[in-house]
């Protein structure tokens, strides 16, 4: 069973930055594509970002420019650098993991997901 733990939350103000880790269980992390997603209160839970394991990478529209997903074989843990925060990022952020080395921004494609980490952005 592989296990994903989010750490690096919190309560920040609109224009401060924020870095989220998602340390992964199990041998074999460089093999799966990673990622993150988000889900506000009273909203659907959407796509943030992801990385294959070429180390390429995808955003949402919305964190485009702002946000920077990277991974860290050697340490099972994928990262989500988070700048210029608004106070619409405001959401639980959940960590990933596909089920192979792509990924895909939709919720039915990743296999596992962590427990996720509030972020609060203030105006």
């Known amino acids: 069973q592989v296990q994903l733990v989010e750490s690096g939350g919190g309560l920040v103000q609109a224009g401060d930055s924020l870095r989220l880790s998602c340390a992964a269980s199990?041998?074999?992390?460089?093999?799966?594509?990673m990622g993150w997603f988000r889900q506000a209160p009273g909203k659907e839970r959407e796509f943030v970002a992801a990385?294959?394991?070429?180390?390429?990478?995808g955003y949402a529209d919305s964190v485009k420019g702002r946000f920077t997903i990277s991974r860290d074989n050697t340490k099972n843990t994928v990262y989500l650098q988070m700048n210029s925060l608004k106070s619409e990022d405001t959401a639980v952020y959940y960590c990933?993991?596909?089920?192979?080395?792509?990924?895909?921004?939709?919720?039915?494609?990743?296999?596992?997901w962590g427990q996720g980490t509030q972020v609060t952005v203030s105006s």
């Open positions: 990933v993991r596909a089920k192979g080395g792509a990924y895909r921004d939709y919720v039915g494609f990743w296999d596992y």
């Open positions: 199990g041998r074999t992390f460089s093999y799966y594509a």
């Open positions: 990385i294959n394991t070429y180390s390429d990478t």
